[in-house]
């Protein structure tokens, strides 16, 4: 079955770096488009950032753009968020998330797996 295995949040200070990975398994990796999404505390849900099926296209949301890099590594199944400049408005519940096609979208309902998410607090 597929499964989305995030790991890497923590605790980081302001202006700090953190770097999120997601291990995929159950799938065809190098098939499908990923993308990260996370959530803070009474907030809805917020996409991130996605990367297409082949790494060729990368896009983000303006509240992240310069400050995160996705990479993946079809190779190891394994999708990464390279967070740098952190803000505390950054602390949220971080998911990735698997594409039902090789493309990138913005819509929470056009992923089709979730992995259970990984915690990242940026706090002096």
């Known amino acids: 079955q597929v499964q989305l295995v995030e790991s890497g949040g923590g605790l980081a200070q302001p202006g700090g770096s953190l770097r999120l990975s997601c291990a995929a398994s159950?799938?065809?990796?190098?098939?499908?488009?990923m993308s990260w999404a996370r959530q803070a505390p009474g907030k809805g849900l917020e996409w991130v950032s996605g990367i297409y099926s082949d790494g060729s296209d990368t896009y983000y949301a303006d509240s992240v753009k310069g400050r995160f890099t996705i990479s993946r590594d079809n190779a190891k199944n394994t999708v990464y968020l390279q967070m740098n400049s952190l803000k505390p408005e950054d602390t949220a519940l971080y998911y990735c998330?698997?594409?039902?096609?090789?493309?990138?979208?913005?819509?929470?309902?056009?992923?089709?797996?979730w992995g259970q998410g990984t915690q990242v607090t940026v706090s002096s």
């Open positions: 159950g799938f065809t990796f190098s098939s499908y488009a």
């Open positions: 998330a698997k594409a039902q096609g090789v493309v990138v979208t913005t819509m929470p309902y056009e992923y089709d797996y």
